[in-house]
Nanobody
Framework: QVQLVESGGGLVQAGDSLRLSCAASGRTFTSSAMGWFRQAPGKEREFVAA???????YYVDSVKGRFTISRDNAKNTVYLQMNSLKPEDTAIYYC??????????????????WGQGTQVTVSS
């Protein structure tokens, strides 16, 4: 059974940093795309960042220069380093994985597996 388990969320102040982790189990994701999405209260789930199986990275404009996605295939884990956090980054952050390579990384429907989410709250 495939599982994605996020960790690293919490309550921080504006300008602080957090590092989210997503540990995958049940299969290897070496040839898969891995992504992070977030959902704020009353809003739709939105794409944040993704990393291809070749470690090419993609970001939504609002996090470029502040967030960094990376992967460790040996540990079957993907990370999201979040710096200079803003109150508008407050959301539940979800990890996602595809079965194989993707052409488009931002649609949520492109991903086959999802974690339960981890809360990130940024106070002003």
């Amino acid at each position: 059974q495939v599982q994605l388990v996020e960790s690293g969320g919490g309550l921080v102040q504006a300008g602080d940093s957090l590092r989210l982790s997503c540990a995958a189990s049940g299969r290897t994701f070496t040839s898969s795309a891995m992504g992070w999405f977030r959902q704020a209260p009353g809003k739709e789930r939105e794409f944040v960042a993704a990393i291809s199986w070749l470690s090419i990275t993609y970001y939504v404009d609002s996090v470029k220069g502040r967030f960094t996605i990376s992967r460790d295939n040996a540990k079957n884990t993907v990370y999201l380093q979040m710096n200079s956090l803003k109150p508008e980054d407050t959301a539940i952050y979800y990890c996602a994985a595809s079965r194989g390579p993707l052409r488009n990384y931002d649609p949520a429907l492109a991903y086959d597996y999802w974690g339960q989410g981890t809360q990130v709250t940024v106070s002003s």
